[in-house]
């Protein structure tokens, strides 16, 4: 699970760094206590407890707290929960297509304008109220052709789609 792209890059914004990806591979192989993850990935047991932590903060891990009965300590038993990595995954990439879809639908109905000083990009009715010409330097604004943009975005949204029907075939499996 953690190779697929759209696992690994959700997983990766958590533990801030790649080479802390093993604390979650470890979890994932039943490794349950943050002592015996430290010591199967060789990573400080502070920054295992720093990671588990924030993967619980997401939802994206569990635990269990046990007492011991001699020493009196607690012992916490982690599990990774899949589900709710699949769910986080799948409601991030339909926020995202809509998103695209959105964008794309304001670059087809719309003619835009730039500044040729860079300092702003403005559709036909913005444009419109300032009298074509830049809010911020008074330069006559000039028509652009948002052609590559679109297809830009046409592009994004067949990548994510594709992305995303990868993963729902890996998870339903």
């Known amino acids: 699970m953690i190779d697929d792209p759209l696992v690994k890059t959700l997983l990766t914004n958590v533990v801030e760094d790649e080479s802390n990806l093993p604390i979650i591979q470890a979890l994932i192989d039943g490794i349950e206590t943050d002592e015996e993850i430290a010591n199967e990935t060789g990573i400080k047991l502070n920054i295992v407890r ?4 924030k993967l619980y903060d997401m939802g994206l891990a569990s635990y269990k707290r046990s007492k011991d009965p001699e020493t009196q300590w607690f012992t ?20 995202y297509l809509k998103m695209l ?21 403005l559709d036909f009715d913005e444009s419109s109220d300032y009298e074509f010409l830049c809010p911020a330097c008074g330069e006559d604004l000039v028509f652009q ?7 830009q975005i046409k592009e994004d ?3 994510v789609e ?8 890996k998870v339903n499996k």
């Open 157 to 159: 949204i067949k990548m």
């Open 145 to 151: 052709d948002n052609a590559d943009t679109i297809k």
């Open 50 to 53: 720093k990671i588990l932590y």
């Open 76 to 95: 916490y038993s982690w599990k990774f929960e899949t589900d709710e990595v699949i769910a986080r995954i799948e409601k991030d990439s339909e926020r």
């Open 101 to 121: 879809n959105d964008e794309l639908e304001r670059e087809e109905n719309n003619m835009f304008f730039i500044c040729p000083l860079g300092h702003v990009r």
């Open 162 to 169: 594709s992305n995303f029907n990868s993963f729902n075939k």
